[in-house]
């Protein structure tokens, strides 16, 4: 139990923080916000699975990914096609020339459902397949480029241009993935309608309660040796390497972790939201959420979370408000945040909120105290950059 309270929690600031966190997703915004708002928070907090990852992979490995889009994209195509074939039954699309298959292979004068959709008609392959697939590609593309030591700007470039080749592959072939408006129309999960407010915020749980589980995960695995090893090959990899380390081994787990919580926010994005296109996979949406790691604060699992909900809520309020200058008022924002906070919102509050709550905690000191030679216990910390 000890163990995990300081391995897994963090020890008292740690558990702290997740507590925190999770009040303020699962009990806050559920009080104070209506279904649509609510619902939109469970948007921006599918996003923070990616933020998630991103913090493992680069700001502890030092793997700066432009790509992960590619495997929030793969689990929530995983999702929608599940959830397409569900709604494509032969007396739902009786309408069509072909019935008992998706509409928009119906337009594209497909007439039997393809090989490779079949296995989506089963739930459990679907959920093999959305933690499977975006890992087993990661670990191919983290074989291929680790084991040739690929430096960390070629494997940025080389994860971006995978991000635009499966975008365009999946706009090209409109017959099979449903082209540039992606796969669309889904309504119900095992007979259950997603569509209803009931049904959202019963989502909208489920995604918080899945997302706090991956940044417990996560903590676990950046307190054992492996976290240590990260933060080594990060700052000196050569050194690790001499030292019997099998660097490209680690990184490539690394990123097949980091691919893992991508492609579950984006199976729960497409049952959050109802949809998934290929604007979720290609360059900008990966650079996007680089930029949620990178406001929440690289190092820190729950900045992320909170970069997440400000960069979104952020560019909501000012699409919404202003609709002519938000691109500029956006671009205005990272600008300021990198320009000030170059650490993050999980820096700006290690550098200027803490200190001030550690001096108002401590206790004034008594002029008549006798000194003791009891040793006092050490503070519980938490992992570095983990008090955000």
Partial sequence: ?????????????????????????????????????????????????????????????????????????????????????????????????????????????????????????????????????????????GVAMFKRRVG???????????????????????????????????????????????????????????LIGCILFARFLLSSKLGKLLMAMRDKEERVRFSGYDVANFKTFTFCIAALFSAIGGAMFTLQVGFMSPSFVGIVPSIEMVIFAAVGGRMSLLGAVYGTLVVNYAKSYFSESFPQLWLFLMGGLFIAVVMLFPNGLAGFYDKYIKPGMRRRRKPAARADDAPTTTRAAPEDSSLPGETA
Avoid: H
């Fill in 1 to 141: 139990m000890n163990t995990f309270y300081r391995n897994v929690l963090g020890g008292r600031q740690g558990a702290a923080g997740i507590a925190v966190l999770a009040a303020l997703i699962l009990v806050v915004f559920p009080l104070v916000l209506d279904v649509f708002r609510l619902n939109l928070v469970g948007k921006y907090l599918t996003y923070a699975f990616v933020a998630v990852g991103l913090v493992m992979c680069w700001g502890y490995g030092g793997i700066l990914s432009l790509g992960q889009g590619i495997f929030f994209g793969l689990g929530g195509y995983c999702m929608a096609m599940f959830l397409k074939l569900e709604a494509s039954t032969p007396e739902a699309t009786k309408i069509q020339s072909t019935p008992g298959i998706p509409d928009f292979m119906d337009w594209n004068q497909i007439t039997a459902l393809p090989w490779f959709w079949e296995p989506f008609k089963s739930f459990a392959f679907t959920l093999l397949a959305i933690l499977l697939i975006p890992v087993l590609l990661a670990l191919v593309i």
């Fill in 152 to 210: 960390e700007v070629y494997f940025a470039i080389v994860t971006q241009a995978i991000a635009l080749i499966l975008s365009v592959l999946i706009i090209g072939q409109q017959g099979y993935t449903g082209g540039v408006n992606g796969i669309t129309d889904l309504k119900t999960l095992l007979g259950w309608d997603i569509r209803s407010d009931s049904a959202r915020t019963l989502l909208y749980f489920l995604n918080g309660g899945l």
